[in-house]
């Protein structure tokens, strides 16, 4: 394990520790004698030593954390339980000095790549703020040069931490910003031509949302943890009030995507019950103009002799030409009663929306050419009904 304090014009220390990269175990089948006689000398040694250097690197790596134990005493229970810890978890505790610690771990995404998520342990006292990482790119970017200013003007460690957290939530940003794209490209192609496969694809944008919320989820837990420890000597600072406000910001986004999804979900059970009502419409029309020719069928296919026309030589024609009469009637019918609607014709939902607007204009323009007509006619009979009105009084 590696140790590297850095130490601020305030007083405050941040020490970084990297943990030493686990080699993982490799069994191998064992070796048949043929191909142990075949592997030569030179392989054998250089695996020995391959071996021999992962050993000394891990009883170094022992040997270091007993180092940190010993010159951090108080900190030996927190290095063995976060070692190898892959989740999130916050806790607000004491010092035996009545110093008030946050201590726990944090996973964040350090790259666009969803599965590359990566621990944040932290120890966290007034003065010392202590991480541990499996992973040097996210201390490797807190220290970078354009960030060096911002903890060199923290007063405290946990407006540090805080003002670090600012910058890994740069990652998150991005990564809504990536999410907010997508999104909008799903609404467009709903909104151009609704298939069935979009809400395949309106599922895997709520998972994604889900990703993002189940990593903000943490931090406002770390939030209002470090309000409960530090109180007012950390909820007055530039860097705590900076992380409110974007973290009210994450919070609303987050929220807004939501509705926005759930809308969607809304907008395409309502579409896809829609179509399963004009499908069962179309159906019912089509079945009821080929009522009378269906009937028509089943009597002339029938076994009985005494059948009306049967030997007349246009009997079978004028039967058709019957047919046809009464189906162009019901057809009629159904389409003044406005059953058919749109179903025959086939429109394009652009050109529904032109048709009802135009529409909508031929109705304002008779509407207005009513009222011009109506004027005159109203006042060419208001002498009338005084007239009557006095005719009533005097009776």
Not at 36 to 45: P, V
Not at 257 to 270: F, G, K, P, V
Not at 312 to 330: D, E, N, Q, R, S
């Amino acid at each position: 394990m590696i140790n590297r304090m850095l130490r601020y014009p305030a007083g405050w220390e941040w020490h970084v520790l990297q943990q030493a990269k686990q080699q993982p175990s490799r069994q191998e089948a064992l070796p048949s004698r043929k191909h142990t006689q075949k592997q030569s000398t030179a392989a054998r040694d250089e695996q020995r030593a391959v071996n021999a250097a992962a050993n000394m690197e891990k009883i170094a790596a022992e040997q270091r954390a007993e180092e940190l134990k010993t010159q951090f005493p108080e900190c030996a229970s927190w290095i063995d339980e976060c070692t190898g810890r892959r989740n999130n978890m916050i806790s607000v505790g004491e010092a035996p000095n009545s110093d008030r610690l946050l201590y726990g771990t944090l996973m964040f995404q350090i790259s666009e790549d969803q599965s590359d998520i990566q621990p944040f342990h932290f120890r966290l006292s007034q003065t010392r703020l202590i991480t541990m990482h499996d992973d040097m790119r996210l201390p490797l970017r807190l220290q970078s040069v354009q960030h060096a200013s911002r903890l060199e003007g923290c007063d405290t460690a946990p407006e540090a931490l805080f003002v670090m957290l600012s910058i890994i939530l740069e990652t998150f940003h991005e990564g809504l910003d990536g999410f907010e794209k997508r999104l909008g490209e799903l609404e467009a192609a709903m909104r151009r031509e609704n298939r069935t496969g979009l809400i395949d694809v309106i599922f895997e944008r709520r998972y994604d949302l889900l990703h993002w919320s189940h990593l903000f989820i943490p931090v406002r837990e770390l939030h209002g943890a470090a309000k409960e420890a530090f109180m007012g000597e950390l909820t007055d600072t530039d860097g705590f009030k900076r992380i409110t406000h974007k973290l009210e910001r994450i919070d609303a986004l987050l929220k807004h995507y939501a509705l926005e999804i759930d809308t969607l979900i809304s907008m395409d059970d309502a579409i896809s019950s829609f179509r399963g009502n004009d499908i069962m419409k179309t159906l019912t029309i089509f079945t009821v103009l080929f009522l009378p020719a269906t009937i028509a069928g089943s009597l002339w296919g029938s076994n009985f002799n005494k059948l009306p026309w049967k030997d007349h030589p246009w009997g079978f024609t004028g039967m058709l030409a019957i047919l046809a009469v009464i189906t162009i009637l019901i057809y009629i019918w159904l389409w003044k009663k406005g059953w058919t609607g749109d179903l025959l014709n086939g429109r394009r939902p652009e050109e529904i929306i032109a048709g009802q607007a135009s529409s909508r204009a031929k109705r304002s323009r008779r509407k207005k050419a009513g009222r011009a007509k109506n004027k005159p006619a109203s006042s060419g009979n208001e002498p009338v009904n005084e007239e009557m009105r006095s005719r009533k009084k005097r009776s």
